[in-house]
């Protein structure tokens, strides 16, 4: 019997899942992305949408494109009658606390504007102090300034919101000069308390494979210009790249590494990449095995713990990791 792709979600969960989805965030998915999402085949979904249909609660657009089948809710006529709690509006405050030092002042205030809108959805009307009640302290180190970033975020919001084509001026520690490149963005990343933009080269938006991508940093646009070309929905795969170690898309290879009883506490709480194993030693040390994405990223992270880490593979990072060490060392003598 074959296995159940997601064994721990029953099937009116699914479908309730599916049924919020569609229905709350308003835009299209393909057929294949909603099997990703939901871990399940392309004909139980099929059948989740005929069950929903058939309750006569939305109506379901469904139409092909480029050889893909996509779904989207058409616009209830009535809105539903919601209301939110004040754990719900906490939970709302929290998120935005953990990020909001990240985000100029201007977008801090309307994102605080917009949360504090959501208390008129409130039962009880008479506890809006209590559901604005700010309880985290958030205590970023060597977050980027975006203070100068505001204009360029919203431009890049809006662009992958409307899927337009950009023009963006951009700098680069491998180049010696600014260059402009001409984009589709389509994915918006947070990483490390950073914002970065997954771009595809316009000259490949009509190519079915082998397709190039960039993953541009905020921070180093100095200008992002939206221009009056559209690009088609480029479908976000699910290749296992996020859940790996490391922002660079490389191809993905196997790390492994020792860390002493010192460190291993640290190491032990922290998920590295999803497909992660831990082994034990007597000690109280570990070997971590993990799959990571980006060569420079893991031999930073390597460094980071300076002796309380040794890395065992891949091997032919160890040489490169032996080079920046001697370089450091020689450095660092040079000014005794």
């Known amino acids: 019997m074959q296995k159940k792709k997601d064994p721990y979600a029953s099937s009116a969960q699914k479908v309730i899942g599916l049924y919020g989805l569609l229905l709350f965030t308003g835009r299209p998915y393909s057929l294949t992305q909603l099997s990703q999402l939901f871990r399940c085949s392309k004909q139980t979904i099929l059948r989740m949408v005929e069950q929903i249909e058939r309750s006569q609660r939305i109506q379901i657009e469904a139409w092909i494109e480029k050889g893909r089948k ?5 616009t209830p006529k009535q809105r539903p009658n919601v209301a939110l709690s ?41 506890e809006r102090e209590s559901a604005l009640a700010s309880f985290t302290q958030p205590q970023p180190k060597g977050i980027v300034d975006y203070s100068d970033f505001g204009h360029i975020l919203d431009a890049l919001l809006k662009a992958i919101r409307e899927r337009c084509i950009c023009t963006v001026l951009y700098r680069s520690p491998e180049w010696s ?4 490149l001409t984009v589709a963005p389509y994915l918006f990343i ?13 000259s490949d938006l009509r ?10 940093a905020v921070h180093r646009m100095i200008e992002l210009v939206p221009t009056d070309r559209r690009f088609p929905p480029i479908e976000i795969k699910d290749d296992g ?3 790996a170690f490391g922002l660079a898309r490389e191809k993905a290879f196997p790390v492994v590494v020792d860390i002493v009883p010192k460190a291993a506490m640290y190491v032990r709480e922290r998920i590295w990449s999803k497909d992660q194993r831990i082994t034990e030693h007597q000690d109280g040390g570990l070997t971590l095995e993990f799959t990571a994405t ?43």
């Open 207 to 216: 190519k079915k494979k082998h397709a190039r991508d960039r993953t541009l």
């Open 70 to 74: 996509w779904y989207r809710v058409r």
């Open 190 to 202: 947070s990483f490390r308390e950073g914002f970065y933009a997954k771009c595809r080269e316009e």
């Open 177 to 180: 000069e600014p260059r402009s």
């Open 241 to 243: 790249s996020a859940d």
């Open 294 to 336: 980006s060569k420079p990223e893991v031999l930073a992270w390597v460094l980071s713990f300076g002796g309380e880490a040794t890395l065992r593979e891949p091997t032919a990072l160890r040489s490169e990791l032996l080079s920046r060490l001697k370089t450091m060392m020689e450095s660092h003598t040079d000014m005794m």
């Open 86 to 126: 004040v754990d719900d509006i906490q939970r709302l405050l929290l998120c935005r606390d953990m990020t909001l030092q990240i985000f100029p002042e201007a977008l801090r205030k309307r994102i605080s504007e917009t949360i504090e809108t959501t208390t008129v959805l409130l039962s009880d009307y008479d």
